[in-house]
């Protein structure tokens, strides 16, 4: 028996960063960085914070986020450390891209309107 659609269907994960290299894959498979770059979100600070608390909230299907949650999923999948996370929140939520939320903060639509 011919396996070639087995084959060519993991074959394609892989090339997408669904393996194992290249940082941990969310659960929708895509990785942090692939997700980073895909947005154009890998040298502005203010914009890779925004697109990582989405990935964030995506895979993890939490309510509220922590700009520790932000900083350690960066550290976690090997990206560059934003030089400063709680600045990066309040841009954004000046923006209107994010909303604090007691100790916590989510992404808004006009949040994930900015990065789709």
């Known amino acids: 028996m011919l396996r070639i659609p087995e084959l060519a269907k993991i074959a394609s994960t892989q ?19 692939a997700f980073l770059k895909a947005k154009g979100a890998t040298s502005n600070q203010v914009r890779k914070f925004l697109s990582t608390a989405i990935w964030l909230h995506d895979r993890d299907k939490k309510d509220r986020l922590t ?8 550290a976690d999948n090997q990206q560059s450390r934003l030089s400063n996370a709680s600045d990066c929140l309040n841009q954004n939520v ?15 639509e006009e949040g ?5």
């Open 15 to 33: 090339a997408l960063g669904g393996g194992a290299a290249g940082g941990q894959a969310s659960k929708s498979g895509g990785t942090l960085a």
């Open 67 to 74: 700009t520790g949650d932000v900083t350690k999923a960066l």
């Open 94 to 108: 000046g923006k209107g891209f994010c909303e604090k939320d007691g100790k916590g903060f989510y992404v808004t």
């Open 112 to 116: 994930r309107a900015e990065i789709a």
